[in-house]
């Protein structure tokens, strides 16, 4: 499974879990998806067969359920509670990365234009 983290996480996650063998990209890695809009970074991760895993359910949700209802799939989304992983907090990005080692230890989701919250 292709991870691609939104443009709030920290690298350094997508940094450990690509050396613990996960296929994991952060959009602040990445200068040319930096400041890239919310449509067109679905549409690039859509296209790339990549989940998201992001918690701007804001503009995310409604993206996927405009491709639902086209009869297009999308590969996935991962949306992470801000209040669970806080930013600005100590445990932050230590408990995000362990929250997705356990995810990415269990089977994942089967199928297309899933949604899962963390």
């Not at 930096?34 to 296209?47: Q, V, Y």
């Not at 996927?64 to 297009?72: F, T, Y």
């Not at 600005?88 to 080692?101: C, E, T």
């Amino acid at each position: 499974m292709r991870l691609l983290l939104d443009e709030m996480h920290a690298s350094s996650i997508a940094e450990t879990l690509r050396s613990e063998g996960f296929d994991v990209v952060a959009v602040s890695e990445r200068p040319d998806l930096r400041g890239t809009s919310d449509a067109d970074l679905f549409a690039l991760a859509t296209s790339t067969s990549t989940v998201i895993i992001t918690e701007n359910i804001r503009d995310f949700a409604p993206l996927a359920a405009q491709r639902v209802a086209a009869g297009r799939p999308f590969p996935g989304l991962v949306f992470t509670n801000p209040k669970r992983f806080n930013r600005a907090a100590v445990a932050y990005p230590g408990d995000l990365l362990a929250a997705l080692r356990d995810w990415l230890a269990a089977p994942p989701p089967a199928g297309d234009s899933w949604t899962w919250w963390l």
